[in-house]
Each structure stands twice: as C-alpha cells, then as structure tokens.
C-alpha cells in the first residue's frame, strides 16, 4: 500500500529558483494538505484542499501556490525560493473531517534555499 | 489566538511509565489528536479523543477534558523504540487543525 507519496525527497535550490513539489495518495481522500515543518514550531498549515479542482489558503500560504487538478493529486509550487523557505514539506490526506478524520502523511521533503 | 501548550523534552525509562500533556486554547473544538513522530519521519496517526474520559489503544491511552482545555497522553511499559516526538492537535470550529511544536521523548536503558 503507497498510501501518500511525496516527490522529490530532497532538494537544494538558489534563492529565486522554482520547483514543484508532488504529493498523490491512493487512498480516494477528498482532503489534502501541505504542510511546513521548521525547528520548535508546530506544523504549519500552508494551502489545503477539499476536493478535486479547489484550493484554499492555510495559516502560511505566501510564496507557495497549489493545485488540485485530480483528486489523487495535490501540487505545491514555489515561484520564486527564499532562503526562508528551507524546511520540510509534509502532504496529507484525510478523509471526512466530520468523522475521525485523522490524516496520513507522506514521508516529507526536504527543501534548502541557498 | 489559538495555542497549543506541551512540554518540549521529557525523559523516562525503559519499562516505565511516562504521561505526556497537553493544554489548549482554540476557537471552537471539534476534537484533539496525538500524532507519533521518528525523528526524520513523517508523523503518524496515535489516538483521537471528542469526548471527555479516556481512550485506551493497547500501551497507549489518551484522556481528555474540553472543560479545563487540557489532555494527556499516557504510555505504560516503555520500550526503546517509543523514543520519538509527540505531537498534539486540535481541531477548531472551521475543522482546521492547530498543532502544538511537539514533545520530544528520550528513553533510557
């Protein structure tokens, strides 16, 4: 079982610089997330979806944008790499909040920004 | 705002019993997770408590109550392995999840 997967695993980039990140689950969750994780601080929200074709702001969503084109899929784009975007992106799923709801991650992706 | 309260570091022994907590101030409450975290992995999923009173799931158990804002996470019979970071959640009135920085566990021999 793949569950959520996340590509790439590692990355490095010069200040400017964009990228992609890729995160697919097959598990047919309606709910996926990006996620930030940084050094003594919770993880932060950063854009979420609800379904196939939307996208909303999280607690953190500048630089970043999303998008949602099939419901396996949830895309995170950096246009344009600050050295404060180093950290470690986590995707999630879930499903009906209204019920448990918890969330499956995917194994993370570690971003420098030099 | 919203807050989430937890200790940054615990230490406990092997075979011993640790209990880990949690308080919280969010707007609206729609129900509180405890998540596990290896170092250099992802989190996953622990326990899930809505109601007040306590959740038992094997060594683990997770309590709560929505009147003091307050929940634990108790682990019996320490094993090595249980050496990671405890993360907990709430899930406000718009159904978003507010997360505390972790609690890390070291387990000694």
């Known amino acids: 079982n793949a569950g959520v997967t996340q590509t790439p695993k590692f990355r490095v980039l010069k200040t400017g610089q964009s990228m992609t990140l890729l995160c697919a689950q097959d598990?047919?969750?309606?709910?996926m997330y990006w996620y930030r994780q940084d050094p003594g601080m919770g993880l932060r929200l950063i854009h979420y979806s609800v379904g196939e074709g939307t996208t909303a702001k999280g607690e953190v969503p500048d630089g970043y944008n999303v998008s949602r084109l099939k419901k396996q899929n949830f895309l995170l784009g950096l246009e344009s790499a600050a050295p404060s975007q180093t950290s470690v992106y986590f995707c999630?799923?879930?499903?009906?909040?209204?019920?448990?709801?918890?969330?499956?991650f995917g194994e993370g992706s570690r971003l420098t920004v030099l | 705002g919203q807050n989430i309260d937890q200790p940054t570091e615990m230490t406990a022994t092997e075979g011993a019993i640790v209990q880990i907590n949690c308080t919280y101030q969010t707007s609206g409450f729609n129900g509180l997770f405890w998540y596990q975290q290896h170092a250099g992995e992802a989190p996953t999923f622990l326990s899930y408590?809505?109601l007040d009173g306590l959740e038992e799931k094997g060594r683990f158990s997770s309590f709560l109550s929505r009147s003091k804002g307050y929940s634990y996470l108790l682990l019996k019979e320490l094993q090595m392995k249980d050496s990671a970071s405890y993360l907990c959640?709430?899930?406000?009135?718009?159904?978003?999840?507010?997360w505390g920085a972790g609690t890390k566990l070291i387990i000694k021999p």
């Open positions: 408590n809505v």
């Open positions: 959640a709430v899930r406000d009135s718009n159904y978003q999840l507010i």
């Open positions: 598990m047919n969750h309606e709910y």
């Open positions: 999630a799923s879930s499903g009906d909040p209204g019920r448990v709801g918890e969330l499956f």
